[in-house]
């Protein structure tokens, strides 16, 4: 059957009334790559998947949340959508909003976005707006603006957002046949975590699935308001995808990981950049820094006892490596230049 976007596919779970206002770049339907080369890494027995939402049309997982919110805009008659983000919102947002005829307009902190999601607002006509300041203050701002003038917020206080981003835990469960028994996923403003936690109890209710998983989140050390139990006023982290440190769905994160006698951990921005490269280079799949936290997550966790032995696990890879080529780069040997000569390029290539 022709892949139509998750509306479409799960239009029966979802808030939109009518399928006529769906607005959809037929998002969705990404890989489950089983990850052998960490597997056998490993010193616990796991099987391990990768949903690599890299694959989704902005190449993050927050296409699936737009198409929810930007259609509900439409079906409600509004004009304009506006968020504030780190990139891959913004990306989204611009997508969608070009597609339906609205207008998008978006809010970022200057200088911390990743080139290729800037390219992307600004490819899809946006209205971008740079602010001297973070993420948490974009998000502020955006939201004390939707309140007083007609934009409508499409950040993931928006619970359009988290109904169509749970469509990750439903292809999750429709393609392994089964929930797995822990799942993995970075946390930055903490709307995805609450989202597959939603969606694997809707599924497990309605008698889809038969277990739930542990949900095992991961923030980066610089930006873990949520393992420390207060916010952070500064936040670093190469992980520019998840520099927050005010989470808009903290309560709702830790009610996730409480229900499901999870946990929410944090990782180094070396053991993130690691993780990003073990990825790229060990099983073939490019992911951007603040992805590779669930990877991160389990390497850390891996042999403490956190996991079953024999256990499903499926980590969330949430965006594409392409979208910041500055760290790939950054992070990788310097290719030599020789000259136009067959000796010369035999032994830089170690033939
Ligand atoms: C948005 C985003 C996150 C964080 O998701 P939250 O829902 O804010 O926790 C992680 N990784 C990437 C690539 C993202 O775009």
Not at 102 to 119: C, D, Q, R, T
Not at 225 to 238: A, H, M, Q, S
Request: aromatic share 6%; proline share 5%.
């Amino acid at each position: 059957m022709e892949w139509k976007g998750v509306l479409h596919r799960y239009f029966d779970h979802l808030p939109i009334e009518k399928r006529k206002n769906i607005v959809s770049l037929n998002e969705g339907n990404t890989p489950l790559i089983r990850a052998n080369s960490i597997e056998e890494k490993l010193e616990d027995d796991l099987e391990v998947y990768l949903k690599y939402e890299g694959a989704n049309p902005t190449c993050s997982f927050k296409d699936r949340g737009m198409t929810v919110a930007v259609s509900k805009a439409v079906e409600r008659g509004e004009k304009a959508v506006i968020c504030a983000s780190t990139g891959n919102t913004s990306a989204s947002a611009a997508a969608f909003a070009a597609r339906s005829g609205l207008e998008a307009i978006v809010v970022i902190p200057e200088g911390k976005i990743a080139f290729g999601k800037l390219s992307q607002a600004m490819m899809h006509g946006a209205r971008v707006v740079q602010i001297r300041g973070n993420f948490d203050e974009a998000l502020e701002l955006v939201l004390e603006i939707s309140e007083n003038y007609p934009v409508t917020l499409v950040n993931s206080l928006n619970p359009n957002r988290i109904e169509g981003q749970k469509t990750a835990s439903f292809e999750i469960s429709d393609f392994l046949g089964r929930a797995p028994d822990y799942h993995l996923l970075p946390v930055g403003n903490a709307g995805n975590i609450t989202a597959y936690w939603k969606g694997y109890k809707e599924y497990y209710e309605s008698g889809e699935t038969e277990r739930l998983p542990r949900m095992t989140g991961f923030q980066a050390a610089g930006a873990s308001p949520i393992v420390n139990g207060e916010k952070v006023e500064n936040p670093e982290t190469v992980a520019t995808a998840i520099r927050i440190g005010n989470p808009a769905s903290w309560e709702k994160a830790e009610n996730a990981r409480d229900e499901s006698g999870g946990m929410i951990g944090k990782a180094t921005d070396e053991e993130l950049v690691d993780a990003y490269r073990v990825l790229a280079d060990t099983e073939g799949v490019f992911c951007e820094p603040a992805s590779a936290a669930s990877v991160a997550g389990l390497l850390k966790m891996d042999g403490t006892g956190y996991f079953d032995q024999g256990s499903v696990l499926t980590c969330t890879l949430t965006g594409h490596g392409l979208k910041d080529p500055d760290i790939a780069i950054d992070s990788s040997p310097e290719p030599k230049t020789v000259g136009v000569d067959v000796d010369e390029v035999l032994e830089v290539a170690d033939i």
